[in-house]
């Protein structure tokens, strides 16, 4: 059974700091996703990563694949208070694109000012 | 990004009736429909999957005969929660693929029965 796992699952940040959430998975996948979903509200999509060393940024968020540790990192840069919600990784399962996906317990973000 | 089209996005029912939530995919052909549970403060959790024109496949301890999902089309699903309970009071969430590795969501549905 495929096993996600975040952490931390709460944090709390000032404005203007680093920080980085880490998702670790328990079988071998070469797809993960990072979601962002703000109260109330559905899943945003912020990255998708598909190789072994994928890299994506945008803006002050930048997540990163490692299938042979099977971990994924989403890295927060100079954080911002528009940044709080909820980030969610997610795995795929199976060999095929369109597989469902497992998801992480989600890491709670409040960046205060 | 895909559209994705999912009503309604909040319902309120007695306890006892059905609620039927639609999930529409607008701008690209769905061969696979997932839908997701969340309850509060907890993450996304696969109900089931189905296929256009097939029959669904249901997680372990999601009750068929109370979850009818029907992907009559490759654009349509249909989610009904049949003799709902306060129990079932939650957010589901669509999410229609077509077979590329991007993953979209519907805006979701906040159920809560009374």
């Known amino acids: 059974e495929l096993k996600v796992e975040q952490n931390p699952l709460f944090l709390s940040m000032q404005e203007g700091k680093n920080y980085t959430i880490y998702c670790n998975y328990s079988?071998?996948?070469?797809?993960l996703y990072w979601y962002r979903q703000d109260p109330g509200k559905s899943l945003e999509s912020l990255f998708v990563?598909?190789?072994?060393?994928a890299v994506k940024q945008e803006g002050r968020l930048m997540a990163s694949l490692d299938t042979k540790a099977r971990l994924s990192t989403l890295h927060i840069t100079a954080a911002v208070h528009d940044l709080s919600a909820t980030y969610f990784c997610?795995?795929?399962?199976?060999?095929?694109?369109?597989?469902?996906?497992?998801f992480g317990e989600g890491t709670q973000l409040t960046v205060n000012p | 990004g895909a559209v994705v089209s999912q009503h309604p996005s909040w319902v309120i029912c007695k306890s006892g009736t059905s609620v039927k939530i639609e999930c529409r995919s607008l701008d690209f052909q769905a061969t696979t429909m997932f839908w997701y549970r969340q309850f509060p403060k907890q993450s996304l959790m696969l109900m089931a999957t189905s296929n256009e024109g097939s029959k669904a496949t249901y997680e372990q301890g999601v009750e068929k005969d109370k979850f009818l999902i029907n992907h009559a089309s490759l654009t349509l699903s249909t989610l009904t929660v049949t003799s709902a309970h306060p129990e079932d009071s939650s957010f589901y969430i669509c999410?229609?693929?077509?077979?590329?590795?991007?993953?979209?969501f519907g805006q979701g549905t906040r159920l809560t029965v009374v």
């Open positions: 079988t071998t996948s070469d797809r």
């Open positions: 999410t229609p693929r077509d077979g590329s590795t991007e993953a979209f």
């Open positions: 997610a795995v795929a399962r199976g060999e095929t694109s369109g597989s469902r996906l497992t």
């Open positions: 990563l598909l190789s072994n060393g």
